[in-house]
């Protein structure tokens, strides 16, 4: 079946035209404009299902995000949101989105599946231990990825994180991959998008947020109090995406990986 096909019959609704949209590693991304005048956003590929879930959950918190219309095997269909320019306004609201988002709480670190960016496994096994989680799931898995020396040196951090990260801060629900090129910025309003939600420490997101260019004050304004050792653990956090990005865009990164790593105290 095509996806047109597939639209079509999920909605009760010919499509007039498919107009595609900018995606990522995960899927492909297109608008759906229907002949009764409405637009959705259309998402193919192997993991939009857990996508959808985890949108659902964030919807759950109350937290801003694409309403879920759909969802079968390799399809979503997800609310179309107006993109507009950002304002200090919408800076703001994306920071109490975030601050929403962190309000709901899990019983344990991690999430029930595991997900991917692209060709780069999430692992996402559940654990009662924040620091063992981070390192085992999180930095560990990119060890046979990096030269020796700076596998070394992550091995070295991972030893250490049980005096460098709280053994059980807030398990928060994260959106697990939070950089300015995922908040939907619409009027006043700002929608979280394109999720690899988990839970763990708040300021995972933080860090994710801070780790290409210091985002806007308003943000900060809008997410409120930081949670304390905010500096102290951001390196750490934000090693994983930086090597996330060694794996899927190669060497040019490993000198932000180093960097990261002496910023860490290794």
């Not at 997800?78 to 800076?91: D, M, R």
């Not at 700002?190 to 260019?213: E, K, Q, R, T």
Request: net charge negative; aromatic share 8%; proline share 9%.
């Amino acid at each position: 079946m095509s996806r047109t096909a597939q639209i079509e019959g999920a909605l009760g609704q010919r499509v007039a035209r498919l107009v595609p949209l900018h995606g990522g590693d995960l899927s492909d991304v297109a608008r759906a404009d229907l002949e009764d005048g409405r637009e959705v956003v259309v998402k193919t590929g192997p993991m939009v299902e857990m996508e959808a879930r985890m949108l659902q959950a964030m919807r759950a918190a109350n937290a801003p995000v694409p309403e879920v219309l759909h969802t079968e095997p390799g399809l979503i269909l997800l609310q179309h949101l107006t993109e507009t320019p950002p304002s200090p306004e919408s800076y703001r609201a994306l920071g109490a989105a975030l601050a929403q988002l962190h309000g709901t709480e899990g019983n344990s670190y991690g999430w029930p599946e595991p997900y991917a960016f692209g060709p780069v496994e999430i692992r996402n096994t559940q654990d009662g231990h924040w620091p063992t989680f981070w390192a085992e799931h999180r930095l560990q898995p990119f060890l046979d990825v990096v030269p020796k020396e700076t596998a070394e040196r992550l091995e070295t951090l991972c030893i250490r994180l049980p005096d460098l990260l709280p053994a059980q801060p807030r398990p928060a629900l994260l959106h697990g991959d939070i950089w300015m090129g995922n908040a939907l910025f619409s009027g006043a309003a700002a929608y979280l998008i394109d999720p690899s939600c988990y839970h763990g420490d708040p300021v995972v997101d933080l860090a994710m947020l801070n780790l290409f260019g210091q985002p806007p004050t308003e943000v900060m304004e809008g997410y409120g109090s930081l949670a304390a050792g905010l500096e102290a653990r951001q390196p750490i956090y934000q090693l994983w995406p930086a090597l996330v990005h060694l794996r899927l865009f190669g060497a040019g990164y490993h000198g932000l990986v180093t960097r990261l790593l002496g910023r860490a105290g290794v």
